[in-house]
């Protein structure tokens, strides 16, 4: 990779709230033109990187460039040419949905009309409702406001904090299609989400866990990279077969997944006898009605190992 | 200088979408006006007095005249013991008793005195002080008349109380610049501080900073109109105070406008400081409250006159910008002085702005804390 196609880079960044580590010598590298996804549950430290990169607040230790420039130094040059969603819901709610637009374009000294092809796609659903006042849109169309409003200076780089929390599936969907489309004009998107299956929409993710870097690939390239056979069970006593698989040696781990329990087991200790053998075990404890099946790890799963085996080292 | 006019633009709607913030702003001075023009009077008017006359002789019935001839007393009751006159005022149903002795006439005429007992309800006593000396200069005045060269030496000690600049002690001349230091602190301050706090609180703020507007213009667009409505109120109370409350502009206009505007200044200053400071629209409003209001109604002058007070509360209103702000404005407009009396006054409150303006500056930081 050469460094002149790297968009945003961090290298060692920590931060700190008072004795609370949000960050951790993390390091990631975003190409051009990608989109990249951080991925983590809340408290991972997703939104204190994003303040950082965002140039909002300084690290503690650690430096980070947007492209080519330093977020600490080139500070002014970064506003210019980036856009920013944050996580909550951040236009003004007693202004209306043009009003908002036409502020947030004059924010950055440009018209609406300068770059409205970028927005089109996006903004034509909720230009009907363009004297609503903002506070009382739906949360869909709140996200696609808000998106137009980061869109509206062309930036090179968007950074979008958890723009899909909070939102419909049917919205959500929709505004990954959005940003698919973005792609198309060379802008870098850089993503946090809490959902885990959002990241195979996305070009590489990092998966983030207490400030530090688990894994970062092609969604693709983190699923090849899971070292166990993933087993699905599912029956009557959920309860007693969670604790009944925990006792097994073999079992690396083992955890509620929606309506199933996902088994990891080593994959060395695996065989084409195993479920065979896990079956009769099982019954001879006394289980029941349970169905087991090999099942290909998604990418929370390989977030459960990742941070599984990241504690094993510590 | 588009982009200026946009962003005040959106200010103005802020304000004007938001009835609450209307109201503050526009109905707040009138509101104040009336009420400490009104009803919240010291003045002496419409007294209850109640009379017990045992005499009932010529001189008892011209002093009663006398003293409820004017607007000041009105007598609401005869009554033939103490008793009755305790209850009365217990009650609260008068506020004065008068209470002649007996044969009063005839020992005011052939011994030169006479006893006369007024009782006034304390539980008010700047009120109660006030109907004292009202009534006592009526019925001396009354006593003179009919007793004239026969009044006892001891007693013609008459005192010519005359009260300068406000003849008929009307309260409006001291509240007045009270209440425009109150309001112009309360607007300029308060509502500043919250219209940047909300946007600390709703995160567009954090959009702003990541963008190439600078903060100090930022600032400024906040700014324009909460001045522009300070001098809005401005001219609503002088307008009321001068038409409605009948209280004179005596001095120069042009210098109150000037000295209202430094204060305005000063107020402004604040109100961003306090928007450095706070994190919530409620704690800038605490704190709006505690650090300017509070100050600024028992601290400056406008309720209680701060010569009264113990010295280390004279010495923390030396520091309360409003304090000057009200005692310039007392001497401008009411006493009608020149400029330079109030030299000192304005050169402080310049002072005050230049430094809070610098503070305020200097503690807007271009990043999150």
């Not at chain 1, 980070?64 to 080139?74: N, S």
């Not at chain 1, 036409?102 to 230009?127: Q, R």
């Not at chain 2, 009105?74 to 103490?82: A, C, D, L, S, V």
């Not at chain 2, 539980?123 to 009044?151: C, F, H, Q, V």
């Amino acid at each position: 990779m050469k460094s002149s196609d790297i968009s945003v880079e961090a290298k060692g960044v920590s931060k700190n709230y008072s004795s609370v580590k949000a960050l951790d010598d993390l390091s990631l590298s975003v190409q051009k033109g990608e989109m990249f996804g951080l991925i983590g549950p809340d408290g991972a430290g997703k939104s204190t990187l994003f303040r950082i990169l965002t140039t909002l607040i300084l690290p503690d230790s650690g430096v980070a460039t947007i492209e080519g420039f330093d977020i600490k130094r080139d500070y002014k040059s970064i506003r210019r040419i980036i856009g920013y969603m944050p996580g909550r819901f951040s236009l003004y709610g007693d202004l209306t949905v043009d009003e908002n637009l036409s502020f947030f374009a004059s924010v950055f000294n440009v018209k609406v009309a300068d770059n409205y092809p970028l927005i089109e796609n996006i903004f034509k659903d909720i230009a009907p409702f363009g004297s609503r006042r903002a506070s009382r849109l739906s949360g869909g169309m709140k996200q696609k406001l808000a998106l137009s409003c980061a869109l509206i200076h062309k930036p090179s780089v968007l950074f979008l904090d958890e723009p899909t929390t909070g939102v419909d599936p049917v919205s959500r969907r929709e505004f990954w299609q959005m940003l698919e489309r973005l792609k198309t004009y060379g802008i870098t998107i850089v993503v946090s989400t809490s959902y885990m299956d959002e990241a195979l929409l996305c070009d590489r993710v990092a998966l983030i866990k207490e400030g530090r870097v688990l894994s970062s690939d092609s969604p693709r390239g983190v699923i090849d990279s899971y070292q166990n056979t993933l087993l699905a069970i599912w029956g009557d006593d959920m309860h007693s077969l969670l604790k009944e698989l925990r006792s097994y040696n073999e079992v690396k781990s083992v955890y509620s997944f929606g309506q199933e329990h996902h088994i990891a087991i080593d994959k060395k200790l695996y065989n084409h006898n195993y479920i065979d053998s896990l079956t009769q075990k099982l019954e001879e404890r006394g289980e029941r009605n349970f169905h087991i099946k090999v099942i290909a790890p998604t990418i929370e799963d390989c977030y459960m190992e990742f941070s599984a085996n990241k504690e094993g080292y510590e | 200088m588009r982009q200026f006019f946009i962003f005040v633009r959106k200010e103005f709607l802020h304000i004007f979408r938001d009835g609450r913030s209307v109201l503050i702003l526009l109905l707040m001075p009138v509101v104040q006006i009336i009420l400490f023009g009104f009803a919240l009077t010291n003045e002496v008017k419409n007294v209850k007095v109640a009379i017990m006359d045992p005499s009932r002789d010529a001189a008892t019935t011209m002093i009663t005249e006398r003293l409820t001839a004017g607007e000041y007393f009105r007598p609401y009751k005869m009554i033939t013991t103490e008793q009755q006159a305790d209850a009365l005022l217990r009650g609260g149903e008068v506020s004065l008793i008068l209470n002649y002795s007996e044969r009063f006439r005839e020992k005011l005429m052939h011994q030169g005195s006479a006893r006369l007992g007024l009782t006034a309800d304390g539980t008010d006593p700047n009120m109660a002080s006030s109907i004292i000396l009202y009534a006592s200069s009526i019925i001396r005045s009354a006593e003179l008349d009919i007793a004239g060269k026969n009044l006892h030496s001891g007693g013609v000690a008459i005192p010519n109380v005359r009260l300068l600049y406000n003849p008929q002690m009307k309260s409006s001349y001291n509240f007045v610049p009270g209440v425009m230091g109150l309001i112009l602190m309360l607007i300029c301050a308060m509502m500043t501080s919250i219209s940047i706090v909300r946007e600390k609180e709703t995160g567009t703020m954090e959009v702003l900073l990541v963008s190439p507007v600078r903060p100090l213009f930022l600032i400024l667009s906040k700014v324009v109109p909460y001045f522009v409505l300070s001098v809005v109120n401005l001219t609503t109370i002088l307008l009321l105070s001068v038409f409605l409350l009948g209280v004179p502009v005596t001095g120069s206009l042009f210098w109150l406008v000037i000295l209202s505007l430094v204060f305005i200044f000063v107020s402004l200053s604040m109100g961003l400081l306090i928007s450095s400071i706070a994190s919530t629209q409620v704690a800038a409003m605490l704190i709006s409250g505690l650090v300017l209001m509070m100050p600024v109604m028992l601290l400056s002058g406008m309720i209680y006159p701060i010569s009264n007070m113990p010295d280390i509360l004279q010495v923390i209103a030396q520091f309360i910008p409003a304090k000057w702000y009200i005692e310039a404005v007392r001497k401008l407009m009411i006493q009608g002085l020149p400029l330079n009396s109030v030299v000192t006054e304005l050169s402080v409150l310049v002072a005050m702005a230049a430094i809070y303006l610098t503070a305020s500056l200097r503690s807007f930081r271009d990043r999150l804390q």
